[in-house]
């Protein structure tokens, strides 16, 4: 199975700033035949169930803010929020989806400072 | 508005059963293959199992193969999860995802609420 390591575990930035977590796959997520990264992105608040948020490792789902963006490739992947809002406040998770079974990162906890 | 709403989990002793539902109304999101992924409460999200368009093809994660089923019927809009030999290690919520992408790639666009599944004596 591949696994998917986040860094931080937690993060405590202050509103309006940058924020970046970062994962990163056991092997090479990227299919050389497509030149696409096989990573997810979801953002998951509390009592809530995840919510997509990037797909092939940077392609923004509809009618997520633009705040949002992720890169990466082979087995460096990262998520920035360009300018934390309040409503940011959550648990992310990267996910793989290059083979099966498809595996999540352990999350990471994105707070205000 | 798309919907997507779990039913049947609750408590049940460790070696009995349950069955899962999902049904999924509306269009925005992908119905073609259909996961169904879980959360131990305060932990990390473990995908269990999927499900082809016409639910020929079915795959699941080695914790419970051989003991968890997933169905679909498509005319009810409805995914099921099987439950049997149910552990106490099965104890979580459990949502019901819809797949976009492909059958054997697919990242999850629409998520159920999910449904506490708890396994104890």
């Known amino acids: 199975d591949i696994v998917m390591t986040q860094s931080p575990d937690s993060l405590a930035v202050s509103l309006g700033e940058r924020a970046t977590i970062n994962c990163k796959s056991s092997q090479s997520i990227l299919y050389n035949s497509n030149n696409k990264n096989y990573l997810a992105w979801y953002q998951q608040k509390p009592g809530q169930p995840p919510k997509l948020l990037i797909y092939w490792a940077s392609t923004r789902e509809s009618g997520v803010p633009d705040r949002f963006s992720g890169s990466g490739s082979g087995t460096d992947f990262s998520l920035t929020i360009s300018s934390l809002q309040a409503e940011d406040v959550a648990v992310y998770y990267c996910q793989q989806y290059y083979s099966s079974p498809h595996t999540f990162g352990q999350g990471t906890k994105l707070e205000s400072k | 508005e798309v919907q997507v709403v779990e039913s049947g989990g609750g408590l049940v002793q460790p070696g009995g059963s349950l069955r899962l539902a999902c049904e999924v109304s509306?269009?925005?999101?992908?119905?073609?293959?259909m996961h169904w992924v879980r959360q131990v409460p305060g932990k990390g999200l473990v995908w269990v199992s999927r499900i082809n368009s016409d639910g020929s093809s079915t795959n699941y994660a080695d914790s419970v193969k051989g003991r968890f089923t997933i169905s679909r019927d498509n005319g009810k809009s409805t995914l099921y999860l099987q439950m049997n030999s149910l552990r106490a290690e099965d104890t979580a919520v459990y949502y019901c995802?819809?797949?976009?992408?492909?059958?054997?790639?697919?990242?999850?666009?629409?998520w159920g609420q999910g449904t506490l599944v708890t396994v104890s004596s």
């Open positions: 509306g269009f925005t999101c992908s119905n073609y293959w």
């Open positions: 995802a819809t797949g976009r992408g492909t059958y054997i790639s697919s990242w999850f666009d629409c």
